[in-house]
Protein backbone atom coordinates (compact mmCIF):
# COMPACT_ATOMS: atom_id res chain seq x y z
CA UNK A 1 0.00 0.00 0.00
CA UNK A 2 1.30 3.01 -1.19
CA UNK A 3 2.22 6.11 1.86
CA UNK A 4 0.01 8.63 2.06
CA UNK A 5 1.73 12.18 1.66
CA UNK A 6 1.26 14.74 4.43
CA UNK A 7 0.34 18.16 4.00
CA UNK A 8 0.59 20.97 6.48
CA UNK A 9 -1.20 23.95 6.35
CA UNK A 10 0.30 26.91 7.58
CA UNK A 11 -0.84 30.56 7.81
CA UNK A 12 -4.42 31.65 10.46
CA UNK A 13 -7.72 29.47 9.98
CA UNK A 14 -9.52 31.31 7.31
CA UNK A 15 -12.46 33.35 9.11
CA UNK A 16 -14.81 32.72 6.40
CA UNK A 17 -15.92 30.94 3.36
CA UNK A 18 -14.10 31.16 0.37
CA UNK A 19 -16.36 32.48 -2.25
CA UNK A 20 -14.72 29.87 -4.47
CA UNK A 21 -15.83 27.41 -2.57
CA UNK A 22 -19.12 28.53 -2.11
CA UNK A 23 -19.53 28.60 -5.86
CA UNK A 24 -17.92 24.46 -6.53
CA UNK A 25 -20.56 23.34 -4.16
CA UNK A 26 -23.10 25.79 -5.81
CA UNK A 27 -22.16 23.77 -8.97
CA UNK A 28 -22.07 20.31 -7.64
CA UNK A 29 -25.60 20.94 -5.94
CA UNK A 30 -26.92 22.25 -9.67
CA UNK A 31 -25.20 18.72 -11.15
CA UNK A 32 -27.05 16.79 -8.60
CA UNK A 33 -30.31 18.29 -9.41
CA UNK A 34 -30.04 17.74 -12.67
CA UNK A 35 -29.00 14.08 -11.90
CA UNK A 36 -32.26 13.88 -10.28
CA UNK A 37 -34.79 15.02 -13.72
CA UNK A 38 -32.35 13.04 -15.67
CA UNK A 39 -32.04 9.46 -13.76
CA UNK A 40 -35.79 8.68 -13.47
CA UNK A 41 -36.27 9.31 -17.58
CA UNK A 42 -33.08 6.77 -17.95
CA UNK A 43 -34.66 4.27 -15.81
CA UNK A 44 -37.69 4.11 -17.84
CA UNK A 45 -36.07 3.07 -20.97
CA UNK A 46 -33.52 1.11 -19.78
CA UNK A 47 -34.52 -2.27 -21.01
CA UNK A 48 -32.43 -4.29 -18.42
CA UNK A 49 -34.65 -4.82 -15.15
CA UNK A 50 -30.88 -4.65 -13.26
CA UNK A 51 -30.12 -1.63 -15.19
CA UNK A 52 -33.50 0.12 -14.08
CA UNK A 53 -32.58 -1.24 -10.49
CA UNK A 54 -28.95 0.81 -10.52
CA UNK A 55 -30.61 3.70 -11.36
CA UNK A 56 -33.35 4.25 -9.10
CA UNK A 57 -30.63 3.26 -6.25
CA UNK A 58 -28.66 5.76 -7.50
CA UNK A 59 -31.61 8.43 -7.66
CA UNK A 60 -32.09 7.90 -4.18
CA UNK A 61 -29.04 8.20 -3.40
CA UNK A 62 -28.64 11.68 -5.74
CA UNK A 63 -31.42 12.92 -3.68
CA UNK A 64 -29.35 12.77 -0.17
CA UNK A 65 -26.71 14.19 -2.01
CA UNK A 66 -28.59 17.38 -3.32
CA UNK A 67 -29.71 17.40 0.59
CA UNK A 68 -26.43 17.69 1.73
CA UNK A 69 -24.44 19.95 -1.52
CA UNK A 70 -26.63 22.64 -0.38
CA UNK A 71 -23.97 26.07 -0.65
CA UNK A 72 -26.23 28.25 1.86
CA UNK A 73 -26.34 25.19 4.46
CA UNK A 74 -22.99 23.84 4.48
CA UNK A 75 -21.73 27.15 4.57
CA UNK A 76 -23.52 28.21 7.38
CA UNK A 77 -22.51 25.32 9.16
CA UNK A 78 -19.20 25.98 8.03
CA UNK A 79 -19.31 29.54 9.16
CA UNK A 80 -21.27 28.85 12.56
CA UNK A 81 -18.59 26.10 13.53
CA UNK A 82 -15.76 28.40 12.91
CA UNK A 83 -17.21 31.38 14.64
CA UNK A 84 -18.54 28.52 17.98
CA UNK A 85 -14.84 26.74 17.53
CA UNK A 86 -16.65 23.76 17.78
CA UNK A 87 -15.93 20.19 17.02
CA UNK A 88 -13.13 19.08 14.52
CA UNK A 89 -12.58 22.66 13.64
CA UNK A 90 -11.84 23.20 17.07
CA UNK A 91 -9.64 20.90 17.36
CA UNK A 92 -7.75 21.55 14.47
CA UNK A 93 -7.56 25.24 15.01
CA UNK A 94 -6.13 24.19 18.84
CA UNK A 95 -3.62 22.03 17.48
CA UNK A 96 -2.35 24.91 14.68
CA UNK A 97 -2.33 27.62 17.47
CA UNK A 98 -0.37 24.58 19.71
CA UNK A 99 2.04 24.25 16.73
CA UNK A 100 2.69 27.87 16.15
CA UNK A 101 3.17 27.98 19.86
CA UNK A 102 6.03 25.30 19.59
CA UNK A 103 3.93 22.85 21.39
CA UNK A 104 3.30 19.45 20.64
CA UNK A 105 -0.41 17.92 20.59
CA UNK A 106 -1.36 14.63 20.82
Do not use: C, W, Y
Not at 24 to 38: D, G, N, V, Y
Not at 47 to 56: A, F, G
Request: cysteine-free; overall charge positive.
Amino acid sequence: MPKLKKTTSTGDPPRSVPLEFINRLAEMHMAERELTIALPLLAAVAKSKHLKTLLQIHLEETKDHVKTTSAEKLANELLGALAAGKGPLKKLVEKASLKRAGATAG
